[in-house]
């Protein structure tokens, strides 16, 4: 069975701090690592990485994958209080279009 | 502007009673998809749609149904087999497999 896990499950923090969240995934003729941002509502789409070793970055966020280790990480400098959120890490075999989320990691950017 | 609509935002189901869930998108998807996120779980899939006219149980599907008559709309049933249905369900669809998925607003489902 497909296995995703993320940690830590919740984070709090101060503004300014830098953060690293952590994936480690088990799952069948992996494809693709993918990282969501969900504040209420819907989850929007960060990152997908599907190269070992290829730092992807967006601002102040980056992430990359190890496909050695079955394992991505997450990291957002220069937190802000915008970036409260719960991170959502999803792992994708070869099944078409199949996802296995982890439960999701619960940021607190206190000002 | 070009996105998924779910709708109800909010749906109250009492004892023995279907309901449906409305998804519809005007990405020109091909792939659509139906989650259940409940608290502490992350997001677990229900039934996926490659195509028209097709769908694949996903991880949980006991207890719903799906159809795929047109390429925009995925409506989800969560029927009275459903003994736990109290969740957030989300949609969300994809150009093909590759892609990344996109979600849309959700629907909270709550029992009377």
């Known amino acids: 069975e497909d296995k995703v896990v993320q940690s830590p499950l919740s984070l709090v923090v101060h503004e300014g701090d830098t953060v690293t969240l952590n994936c480690s995934y088990e799952?069948?003729?992996?494809?693709?690592l993918l990282w969501y941002k969900q504040e209420k509502k819907a989850p929007t789409f960060l990152f997908m990485l599907?190269?070992?070793?290829i730092e992807k970055k967006s601002g102040r966020l980056s992430s990359i994958l190890d496909k050695k280790e079955l394992s991505s990480i997450l990291n957002i400098t220069a937190t802000q209080t915008g970036d409260s959120a719960i991170y959502l890490c999803a792992a994708g075999g070869t099944s078409y279009g199949k996802l296995t989320f982890g439960q999701g990691t619960i940021l607190t950017v206190h000002p | 502007d070009g996105g998924i609509t779910q709708s109800p935002k909010y749906l109250f189901r009492k004892e023995g009673q279907n309901v449906t869930l409305s998804c519809e998108q005007n990405?020109?998807?091909?792939?659509m998809y139906w989650y259940r996120q409940d608290p502490g779980q992350g997001l677990r899939l229900i039934y996926y749609?490659?195509?028209?006219?097709?769908?694949q149980k996903g991880d949980i599907a006991e207890g719903y149904s799906v159809s795929r008559e047109k390429k925009e709309s995925f409506p989800l049933t969560v029927t009275s087999a459903q003994k736990n249905p109290t969740a957030f369900y989300l949609c969300?669809?994809?150009?093909?497999?590759?892609?990344?998925?996109?979600f849309g607003d959700g629907t909270r489902l709550s029992i009377l």
């Open positions: 749609s490659q195509i028209v006219n097709d769908f």
């Open positions: 969300a669809s994809s150009e093909g497999e590759k892609q990344p998925q996109h």
């Open positions: 599907t190269s070992s070793g």
């Open positions: 799952v069948t003729n992996f494809r693709s």
């Open positions: 990405l020109n998807h091909d792939a």
